[in-house]
């Protein structure tokens, strides 16, 4: 009559099924993605499901791969800054940073203080933007809209402020090797000074609706954890590990950029779980806002580039004046400028973790091999362990709270 | 009482009385059409963050109609390809457009669904319309809201101006028989 | 002078000749080692009660045709939070048999950086619970990061070398 198939799944109380109803117990599998609204980006998970509870999940990731270290290995060295824009592209201006700063490592350039304190500030600028998204996206992935749409302003305003700088509103190609390409404009020092004025209003209305929500509490509290020592084996870097409780922030262990100038703190959470990680990105927008009042009340005076002829790009006005920033100019542009043999390793913080880049040079116009280390592709290895035993619901919010960037896990 | 702010949008050539209004079918199908689009974002990367900037309350594409997105194919009238599509891809998104009901529009968003973008390399589809027919195409890497804006303007000036049966006309036919599709 | 320790401790350990190409790069320590070395220096390293190399940063191929014998390689990014030092280890096997032990027993985060060595470069990790491509479509029958295949797609029609000079 009735016909019980057990299937050996652990979450499964036996008891239902023994008690005499003709109960099937079977797992059923669901297909999250690649086009899903709740995944920020196209990866897939194949989860094998209990009723509402998730068993098991199979990933497949690859279906952006745009192949970025293959055509690294092409571009001459400045061209490769575009590349970068687009790996994690809601905090562009940070890739950037961490671009050219490898390759000031490569090449020995010594950028100016002015210039350093100009990048901290585009940087933390950028991570505001990564976290805003992050935060309001998370918020609505669990019902609450509203948050979206009043945060989202604050990030449209930080677009103006990169326009100024540099022209763009997302992919940015910010900056050049030895320092920015322009200093900044008076409109950019009073939108900067604006944004330090007004943006904490918004951010507490933001953590007014949501964080003490009981709603949004109970949806994020105990749900996609993970401890502090899977966390590290699982090579996790950035919020994420910080929410597991380990204070590893390259900015305060590998300073680079004048960031040891700056006096800030990096949160810490104690469980690891999605509450915890969202606690930790909202605290570092406070922190980041911090950083960006110290930058701008010492910004010192001086060059906003470095004296490196043979790899910054003249002014115009001198190429056409003088024939060596002409001849530099031709040069810089057409890609003929050789770059001493080497092999140099250097991260940043990024929105999402250690955002690596390993270049090897053999002295050629182009990188003989450039690996990004991208924290998106090595801590989204462990969403299956994170969301076993979950239901579906919580999968969703802990994918949003991980932050996982397609450009970043697929190149 | 007028309010010289207010555009009053044209109404379609027709016939006007006490209390009624006659104008063609089409035309009326037409507006209808154009004002209540609901798109499919079909957003992949970067260009996905310009579409959410064009949702948030800045540039706001609810005013022309597309409030509702749809993320189910079955649902949706517009499908705006948003971002690289890669080979491993390519299926996904002729199986999504398979999946649209008639009429439906694609707007191809930024560089890299037009065409392949900045990466012309083994991996990524030199353009969307390989495999779909495409009835706008944004340029731009990203595009500007307003530019995606336009786009989405311009597929309601198609959407107003189709006959009401596009699928039965023999040049849409060849069309989608070029692509394979019944 | 941290590197110096462990440049002792390593060649204490695995001798002279299993520790070679000693160099530095803005301070991090560079070494080479054979194949057979990788898993027992990796463990001793992350066992050392001084070193403690408990986080691996990143796992990269790396492909050099000139080499003979000696084509494929891997570089190890091994980091020390709590002594915050970095070291790269680096291995090199040819290419006929490019096989190379897995320490995903160790780091449950080379699982997904040894996929991409292998999707990229054909790089064989024995012993590794899965692997097959992962960025690449599964259908594609070459290693796409050696040097000896192009950028662009083989197929491609319109963008032939004759107007782009080439």
Redesign the interface.
Known sequence: MSEIALVNSPNVGLDKTQKGGPYVNELSTLNLGPTHPATHGIFQNILTMDGETIVDAEQTVGYIHRAFEKIAERRPFYQITTLTDRMNYCSAPINNMGWHMTVEKLLGIEVPKRAQYMRVIMMELARLTDHIVCNSILAVDTGALTGFLYVYQWREFIYEIYEEMCGARLTTNMGRFGGMERDFTPVAIEKIQKLLKELPAALKEFEGLVMRNRIFMDRTQNVGGISAERALNYGFTGPNLRAAGVDYDVRAMNPYSSYEDFEFDVPVGTKGDTYDRFLVREEEMWQSLRIIQQAMDNLPEGAYHADAPHYYLPKKQDVYHNMEALIYHFKIVMGEIDAPVGEVYHSVEGGNGELGFHLVSDGGRTPYRLKFRRPGFIYYQAFPEMIKGTTLSDAIVTMSSMNVIAGELDT | MSNSTVQVAEAPPGVEGAGFFATSLDSLVGLARANSLWPLP?A???C???F??TM???YDIGRFGAER?S?SARQADVLMVM??I????AP?VKQ?YLQMAEPRWVLSVGACACSGG???????L?GIDRIIPVDVYVPG??P?PEQILDGFMQIQELAKKETTRRRNEPEYKALLASYGIE | MMNEKIIEALQAQFGEEGVYGIGESHGILQVTTAVENIVPMIHFLYAHPVFKFQFLTDLAGIHFPDAKGQELGVIYHLHSLENNVRLWIKAYAPIEAPTFPTITGLFATANWMEREAFDFYGIIFEGHPNLTRILNMDEMDYHPMRKEYPLEDATRHDKIDELFGR
């Open positions: 079909f992949t990367s970067c996905g963050i310009e959410m900037s948030a309350s800045h997105l993320f971002g690289t890669s080979k491993k891809m996904v999504v900045i990466f012309d390399t083994y991996s990524v030199q890497c990203p500007r």
